[in-house]
């Protein structure tokens, strides 16, 4: 059985001032009859093996938070909670290969693909472990799988409304574990020398039809209007599908593996500090069970529910993301303890 603790909280704290999430690059506004799209220079481009990833590091301290976002978001929808944790440690957001001002990669982009490109461009960039690392959804299995990779060089982890190896799909009209759909196959070897970069992503400028002015849904709506607009570009990026799309031809067989390792070992992460952060808002039954089995990867765990929240905590109640890994920091520096 779990030992972890589980906490509850309700949260009622008003949404703060925000410091602006800062790029180095002046963001056109939008003009009365078309929104233009930017050709913003990134903060920090690093080649993994013949293309180049994102990666925006800010703040100083150890360990390095480094943040992992779900399937289709990007390095600047933490934009909220970013500049809140840098003044207490570093910081690190990236994008993906395919995404935003990152080059496409080698595909797949399976898990593993991802896990090995973002630890090649971290060392190259001179961020040195120990890591703090967060993962929201889709992100969650990757810094799990980041963790089984690099044990050692992770120090404690915050998962955010994360995806569950046992996670459903319906298909045909019945719920089945993505798992189950797994066909057996081996996961490609990961990529780390490409001979020449497969895409330049922040090569063009693109633009909507000048009759559509397209606007940001919810809750990528409460990110600053700057950023929304950098958003509504990085969505038109040629490279952006392709890679969001291949992120998830291997995943049956990538989650049917960690469910393997899973029911091997009781607590995976040993006894690293681990704060579970889950929804509050349009959780089903299931959904709530599988985020408290998460809070089993660890001996020295908890859960808090976000009362207010939809998948992305990050976005709805930044301080509360901010919160808990403030208390994983402090945890990994010896200078507190998760309490109930």
Not at 56 to 76: H, I, R, Y
Request: aromatic share 6%; glycine share 6%; net charge positive.
């Amino acid at each position: 059985m779990c030992r972890a603790v589980l906490l509850w909280i309700r949260t009622g704290l008003a949404l703060v001032v925000l410091v602006s999430f800062s790029l180095q690059a002046s963001i056109p506004k939008k003009s009365s009859s078309l929104l233009e799209f930017p050709r913003l220079p990134p903060v920090k481009l690093v080649d993994v093996g013949g293309h180049r990833l994102h990666i925006n590091c800010t703040g100083k301290g150890t360990p390095t938070v480094v943040m992992e976002s779900g399937a289709g978001d990007f390095s600047f929808d933490w934009s909220l909670v970013q500049p809140r944790i840098a003044r207490f440690t570093r910081v690190c957001t990236y994008d993906r290969a395919g995404y935003a001002w990152s080059d496409a990669g080698p595909m797949p982009r399976t898990m593993q693909q991802i896990v090995a490109e973002l630890h090649t461009g971290l060392r190259k960039v001179g961020v040195k472990s120990p890591y703090l690392l967060v993962g929201q959804s889709l992100g969650g299995l990757i810094v799990r799988v980041y963790a089984n990779q690099y044990p050692t060089e992770v120090d404690g982890m915050v998962l955010i409304d994360s995806s569950h190896e046992d996670n459903q799909i319906l298909l045909n009209n019945k719920l089945v574990p993505l798992r189950e759909l797994s066909r057996g196959r081996a996961i490609p070897p990961v990529q780390l020398k490409m001979r020449a970069p497969v895409g330049l992503s922040s090569a063009r400028e693109v633009r909507p039809p000048s009759s559509v002015v397209p606007k940001v849904e919810a809750p990528y709506d409460k990110l600053p209007p700057e950023i929304q607009q950098v958003r509504l570009w990085a969505v038109t990026q040629p490279n952006y599908s392709d890679a969001r799309r291949s992120e998830f031809d291997y995943l049956a067989e990538e989650v049917a593996l960690i469910h393997i390792d899973r029911s091997k070992r009781e607590y995976p992460l040993g006894d690293i500090p681990l704060i579970v952060l889950t929804r509050g808002k349009n959780a089903d039954e299931g959904h709530q069970k599988l985020q408290a089995d998460l809070v089993c990867l660890s001996r020295y765990s908890k859960q808090i529910i976000a009362q207010k929240s939809g998948h992305h905590i990050q976005l709805d109640e930044p301080e509360l993301v901010t919160d808990a890994i403030r208390q994983v920091v402090d945890a990994t520096r010896g200078r507190a303890k998760l309490t109930p």
